[in-house]
């Protein structure tokens, strides 16, 4: 677990001297276990989020955006009935464990003063966000209600009183003498780092994993020394908030020389989160909004795979049709040789260079006539048929086609973006159109994703079919430049100017091929043109577009950069 007490210290002194003193001016719940509280401190708007998934459970400041319902649920309300307007007075952490406390001094509604407390609990699926009465210790609400069914230690419920999480039986690293920490442990037991994470408060098996990798299994003076390090730096704030790329990501605020990984150091801890967090709880989101969206559309692409194989065995059957053609003819130029009744008559091949007999079969029911104009009429069946599959087999590819890029787009698709998809689908009669309402809203136009060069020029992306085509052919103009990855499923790019910079260029090339189906490849190639080049043939796919005049560049997507792009500022 990368979030532990350790990290819990390190973001509440952060908010502690971001947040504080700061006034609560909105508050909106996203999801069920999510909150986004706007703080006005220090002469800017702060958005922190509170989460309590069972998976993302966090607390940090953060930027990026997020959809909220049209009605706020009745947690939402409470909270912004008893915190909107009043000033965060203090931001503490519960001893060394993953509980973090916001003070909030208020009025109520007499106008008499009162503070309120508002617990933040970060513990995997038990994690919680819980609203306290100071003066009569009670809890007014809580995002997650726990029954005295489900937990025999405590309740949380409204109108009873709160009682902290169950203690471990562990001791505060931060008041622990380094002298005592060595006693508690038995160097004969061996599996050091357990025994750490069983003494310590808040430490995760990532840091006690690091005590014991500093120490190198060494005496007990130098495990005392190690600990006393890691000690001075929690009790002074020596951070660094890095995320480690190895085998699998992970995140912490110390240094962690036990693991073989890239580095990459961020300024503040909450920056830290957001990067690592942002788009696994996104995703996680849209994974449980567009399931069923991902799985219809999963059905068509197989359904019309299905349909091709079936077509090209009708295909294989026709490919007999010049044969058949071939009989007909053999047999009329030798009409003289047959009677009816005749079950097969054998004939001159005069399609054969060696002139050899071949033996054609015939219905004895039918005259010679006939039986020459029965394979006339298969042959012209089978032609016509051979023509019908041809065009169906292409529509099938073209489905196929469609599906794919509709497949990609759910795959890096936020929140807002996947209504869109929906409704692409039932106007193209896919899915059904939802029931008509009696006051019809005025169409809301597509929100594309805005990024920001290096230079500040402004690079727009579609994250859908909609998205895409409002991007090409309503919001840039002629000499705007347009980006694709070639012949990939992917986002349209664009670059809004007719003169940008190699570099910009390069950026809008990383944002079109992370924004892909090739999205994990090194070395993806993607086209730019002009979009004067760029034309929608008549009664295509939405988002199908034809281009000329492109060149190619090639480039490796990285979340990093990706990143970076977004956190840019645009041209003054």
């Known amino acids: 677990m990368s979030f532990d007490g350790v990290v819990t210290r390190a973001v509440t002194h952060e908010l502690m001297h971001s947040l504080t003193p700061g006034r609560i001016m909105k508050i909106y719940q996203p999801t069920q276990t999510e909150l986004i509280v706007t703080v006005r401190s220090q002469g800017k708007n702060q958005h922190v989020l509170l989460s309590?998934?069972?998976?993302?459970?966090?607390?940090?400041?953060?930027?990026?955006?997020?959809?909220?319902?049209?009605?706020?649920?009745?947690?939402?309300?409470?909270?912004?009935?008893?915190?909107?307007?009043?000033?965060?007075?203090?931001i503490?952490?519960?001893?060394?464990?993953?509980?973090?406390?916001?003070?909030?001094?208020?009025?109520?509604?007499?106008?008499?003063?009162?503070?309120?407390?508002?617990?933040?609990e970060i513990m995997g699926k038990h994690s919680n966000i819980i609203l306290v009465d100071q003066e009569r210790d009670m809890i007014l609400d809580s995002i997650k209600h726990v029954s005295p069914s489900q937990s025999s230690y405590r309740t949380v419920l409204p109108g009873h009183s709160?009682?902290?999480?169950?203690?471990?039986?562990?001791?505060?690293?931060?008041?622990?003498d380094p002298e005592v920490f060595v006693k508690k442990l038995d160097f004969n037991s061996g599996r050091m780092d357990k025994q750490i994470m069983s003494i310590l408060m808040g430490f995760s098996p990532m840091i006690a994993t690091e005590i014991s990798y500093r120490a190198r299994l060494g005496s007990a003076t130098t495990y005392q020394e190690t600990f006393s390090h890691v000690q001075s730096q929690l009790i002074h704030h020596d951070y660094t908030p890095q995320l480690l790329r190895g085998k699998k990501e992970h995140f912490y605020v110390l240094p962690l020389e036990s693991m073989d990984a890239e580095t990459e150091t961020y300024k503040t801890v909450s920056n830290l989160l957001d990067a690592y967090y942002s788009g696994k709880a996104e995703r996680d989101r849209v994974k449980q909004q567009a399931g069923d969206l991902a799985r219809f559309m999963k059905n068509e692409r197989d359904k019309n795979i299905r349909k091709i194989?079936?077509?090209?065995?009708?295909?294989?059957?026709?490919?007999?049709?010049?044969?058949?053609?071939?009989?007909?003819?053999?047999?009329?130029?030798?009409?003289?040789?047959?009677?009816?009744?005749?079950?097969?008559?054998?004939?001159?091949?005069?399609?054969?260079?060696e002139q050899g007999e071949r033996t054609i079969e015939l219905n004895p029911n039918k005259t010679p006539?006939?039986?020459?104009?029965?394979?006339?009429?298969?042959?012209?069946?089978?032609?016509?048929?051979?023509?019908?599959?041809?065009?169906?087999?292409?529509?099938?590819?073209?489905?196929?086609?469609?599906?794919?890029?509709?497949?990609?787009?759910?795959?890096?698709a936020r929140e807002e973006d996947v209504e869109e998809i929906r409704e692409e689908l039932r106007e193209e009669g896919y899915m059904k159109a939802k029931p008509q309402q009696k006051k019809k809203k005025k169409p809301q136009a597509p929100k594309p994703e805005t990024y920001f060069s290096s230079d500040g020029t402004t690079i727009l992306v579609g994250k859908n079919n909609k998205q895409n085509e409002y991007v090409t052919t309503r919001m840039a103009n002629r000499n705007d430049y347009w980006l694709h990855t070639k012949d990939i499923p992917g986002s349209h790019v664009v670059i809004r100017s007719e003169d940008p910079s190699e570099e910009t260029l390069q950026e809008a090339a990383l944002l079109a091929a992370y924004f892909s189906k090739s999205k994990a490849s090194s070395s993806v190639p993607v086209d730019y043109t002009l979009i004067r080049h760029v034309k929608k043939p008549n009664g295509a796919k939405p988002g199908f577009v034809t281009y000329d005049n492109q060149k190619t560049l090639f480039v490796t997507p990285e979340e990093a950069a990706i990143r970076d792009l977004k956190n840019n500022e645009p041209k003054d």
């Open 369 to 412: 006539s006939e039986n020459a104009q029965s394979y006339f009429a298969t042959y012209s069946k089978m032609k016509k048929s051979k023509e019908v599959v041809q065009k169906e087999i292409q529509k099938a590819e073209e489905e196929i086609s469609y599906f794919d890029q509709l497949i990609q787009q759910i795959e890096s």
């Open 52 to 90: 309590a998934h069972p998976s993302y459970a966090r607390m940090h400041v953060t930027k990026d955006t997020y959809q909220n319902p049209k009605e706020p649920p009745m947690f939402c309300m409470l909270l912004r009935k008893h915190l909107v307007g009043g000033f965060i007075e203090s």
């Open 92 to 120: 503490e952490q519960l001893e060394m464990e993953r509980v973090i406390q916001l003070k909030v001094r208020g009025k109520d509604e007499i106008g008499d003063e009162t503070t309120k407390t508002l617990v933040m």
């Open 162 to 176: 709160y009682k902290r999480p169950p203690d471990q039986g562990k001791t505060n690293p931060i008041t622990l």
């Open 309 to 353: 194989k079936k077509h090209e065995e009708t295909l294989q059957k026709a490919e007999q049709a010049d044969e058949y053609q071939r009989q007909g003819e053999l047999l009329t130029a030798h009409m003289h040789l047959v009677k009816q009744g005749d079950k097969s008559v054998t004939v001159v091949d005069y399609y054969d260079p």
